[in-house]
């Protein structure tokens, strides 16, 4: 993480969403059941660091600044989301649906970076015309995902990159 920046608050979650929907155009692509487990704990990493952050940091700074149906709607979508992690990480290829798990998740991802990266009216958009300081609000966000970072290489996780932590069950 070292030698990315990112120029404020919303550059960073913009980034994990190109960094997850790169890896799920790669397990579209894989038909080697051990790569797909591989990719899919990935990105079921990358989304939980995503979430913890966005819902411990980001979204609080902005409650009562935007709309607040926009930030309840993310939290419900990340509740979804995580129900799908959680089934996710507990399979493996070998089990009925578990593609089609990934393949939802994948849909209900996009979803969720639509509603958050719309140009005028999206959750970036309204966030950008508040008066929370981004720059400081990044900072915090990066200093979080060095800790989450950490705590997943040091319980080994088989990643690429170093990502995660646990959910609790949605």
Not at 100 to 125: R, W
Not at 154 to 161: N, R, T
């Amino acid at each position: 993480m070292p030698s990315e920046t990112f120029t404020d608050a919303i550059a960073l979650p913009k980034a994990d969403h190109r960094k997850v929907e790169q890896l799920f155009e790669q397990f579209e692509k894989t038909s080697s059941s051990g790569k797909k487990q591989s990719l899919a704990h990935e990105i079921c990493t990358e989304l939980k660091i995503h979430t913890l952050i966005e819902e411990e940091i980001f979204y609080p700074a902005f409650r009562g600044k935007i709309e607040n149906d926009t930030l309840d709607e993310a939290y419900v979508e990340h509740d979804g989301a995580k129900v799908l992690v959680n089934d996710i990480e507990a399979g493996s290829p070998e089990d009925d649906f578990y593609d089609a798990k990934v393949k939802v998740l994948s849909e209900e991802i996009k979803h969720h970076v639509h509603e958050e990266e719309m140009p005028s009216e999206g959750m970036f958009s309204q966030c950008r015309k508040t008066d929370v300081d981004l720059v400081a609000l990044r900072d915090q966000m990066l200093a979080r995902k060095e800790e989450l970072v950490a705590q997943a290489k040091s319980a080994g996780l088989p990643l690429a990159k170093p990502t995660a932590v646990h959910l609790i069950a949605a």
